[in-house]
């Protein structure tokens, strides 16, 4: 089992920058893809980004050149840089890690964008 723990949301002004952490623990050595999603109230949760083995990044297409996917290993953390936010950002973002067809969830972590 994994477990993940997100962290680093905030209130920030449209144009404004956050770092979000998922901090990783359990099983994580069996981890095939790590992930970025977020909800935004009353909508579906989306994919946001994410990272494979090999440092494979995908992005969603309102996201890209925006915000970056990356991990830390010796850590077992991942990171999403988030940067030009824009008021549509807001949302609450999750965490995920795959691995034998199974999806762990962290408990997600609140970014506020104001205009």
């Known amino acids: 089992q994994v477990q993940l723990v997100e962290s680093g949301g905030g209130l ?8 979000l952490s998922c901090a990783a ?3 994580i050595n069996s981890i095939n893809v790590m ?4 909800q ?4 579906q949760r989306e994919f946001v980004a994410h990272i494979a083995r ?6 969603v297409d309102s996201v890209k050149g925006r915000f970056t996917i990356f ?3 010796p850590t077992n953390t991942l990171y999403l840089q988030m940067n030009s936010l824009k008021p549509e950002d807001t949302a609450v ?7 034998s067809g199974f999806r762990s969830w962290g408990q997600g972590t609140q970014v506020t964008v104001s205009s």
Do not use: F, P
């Not at 920030?12 to 770092?19: P, T």
């Not at 935004?40 to 909508?43: D, E, K, P, Q, V």
């Not at 973002?93 to 691995?99: H, K, P, Q, V």
């Open 35 to 38: 992930s970025w999603w977020r």
């Open 12 to 19: 920030v002004q449209a144009g404004g920058s956050l770092r």
């Open 25 to 27: 623990s359990g099983s």
């Open 54 to 59: 090999g440092n494979i990044t995908y992005y």
């Open 71 to 73: 991990r830390d290993n």
């Open 40 to 43: 935004a109230a009353g909508h």
């Open 93 to 99: 973002y999750y965490c995920a890690a795959d691995r």
